[in-house]
């Protein structure tokens, strides 16, 4: 079967509509263009994203349905409670990006992640702009999870999380929903449905009400500390931020 895929230039920043994503491969868009942390911004600000592997092309995506959490509603199982409540790790909020996005791409194999090196400085990039964020999950001093995404106003893009330690990157989601929606945060993106996603109690929807929402959120912004570094208190202490 043929594809037939816009290819960007490298002068234009511009995507076409998500709306012509094709259905299989769900969610393929466009290649080509390249890595500029503007044209990932734009991408994200209309509901597209960078993905692909070792020798492939740049691919943009912008899948349906799209998994999301609500940070309003998001709740740790009991089992991850207790365990925080045994092992008190210590969760913080962009404390050191760079790390945890080069941690997210060091404990997958070459051939599992998408975070070359060009991939990494990008982000790293949008990080020095004030648009990436990460969530760091600390025990004796010592990173052991996180999890880092793009801000686009009140909605926060979720790109990947790891754990060194059991239930690491569980109690960063933990903490990060539960802050973010404190400081007005509406919404989670975290792209494709998964299993380990579902059982985290990530939801579907779909991309004429994915976009609805993106095109409200971007607009507005959450509170001004929402994303200064800080050390985050557990969710049950946490208070709104006006």
Request: contains cysteine; proline residues 7%.
């Amino acid at each position: 079967m043929t594809i037939y895929l816009t290819e960007l230039a490298r002068d234009d920043f511009s995507f076409p509509s998500p709306y012509l994503a094709l259905q299989e491969p769900n969610g393929l868009l466009a290649f080509g263009g390249d890595l500029h942390p503007n044209r990932i911004l734009n991408g994200y600000q209309n509901g597209i994203f960078p993905w692909y592997g070792p020798g492939e092309p740049i691919l943009w995506w912008s899948p349906s349905p799209r998994a999301v959490f609500d940070p309003k509603t998001f709740n740790a199982a009991k089992s991850v409670k207790k365990f925080q409540r045994k092992h008190a790790y210590t969760v913080s909020i962009n404390h050191n990006t760079p790390h945890i996005i080069d941690m997210c791409a060091a404990v997958r194999t070459p051939e599992e992640t998408w975070l070359n090196g060009e991939m990494r400085q990008a982000y790293k990039q949008l990080a020095r702009q004030g648009h990436c964020h990460s969530v760091e999950v600390w025990h004796n001093q010592q990173i052991i999870g996180g999890l880092y995404g793009i801000q686009v106003g009140r909605l926060f893009c979720g790109e990947s999380m790891f754990s060194l330690k059991p239930n690491a990157s569980k109690i960063a989601l933990w903490y990060f929903c539960h802050h973010f929606a404190a400081h007005r945060g509406e919404l989670i993106d975290c792209q494709v449905m998964n299993p380990h996603l579902k059982s985290l109690g990530a939801k579907e929807l779909s991309r004429d009400k994915f976009m609805d929402l993106l095109l409200s959120l971007k607009k507005q912004d959450v509170s001004k500390r929402c994303f200064e570094p800080q050390w985050l208190p557990c969710p049950a202490q946490t208070t709104t931020e006006e």
